[in-house]
């Protein structure tokens, strides 16, 4: 498999990490929108959340669980945050691991669709 993110967990790139446990992988995008901007990925590959069975979907609530404790270690929690998974070609997603992006430390502009 020639998977980018698969490469990062491996240590086979480079990244700066934020955190690590025995299931994911945090570290920081090297091409940040905003002053935090952390992407939190699974160990373990999944093309995408779609891809996640539900025997699997314990990782997505320990992802969850990870980004809280990121929040709060860095100190943006009670400012807010934001969480983006992107779901496969017509959802944006451009690595085909399954990550999220936590975007913090600015005022966020709301998208389109939380405008109306």
């Known amino acids: 498999m020639d998977c980018l993110f698969c490469k990062i967990v491996k240590g086979e790139i480079p990244c700066t ?3 690590e446990d025995d299931k994911v992988l945090a570290f920081n995008d090297i ?3 905003a002053p935090y901007h952390i992407l939190v990925i699974p160990k373990q590959h999944f093309d995408s959340i779609a ?7 314990e ?3 320990h992802i969850h669980s990870v980004i ?5 270690d860095k100190g943006f ?9 992107n779901c496969r070609e017509d959802g944006g997603q451009e690595v085909k691991h399954l990550h999220y992006h936590v975007l913090a430390g600015k005022k ?5 669709a939380e405008k109306k």
């Open 17 to 19: 990490k934020v955190y």
């Open 31 to 33: 091409n940040p929108v």
């Open 51 to 57: 891809d996640v069975s539900d025997k699997d979907m």
């Open 59 to 61: 990782i997505v609530a």
């Open 68 to 72: 809280n404790k990121i929040a709060i």
């Open 77 to 85: 929690s009670d400012a807010g945050f934001r969480i983006i998974n």
């Open 108 to 112: 966020l502009p709301l998208y389109e």
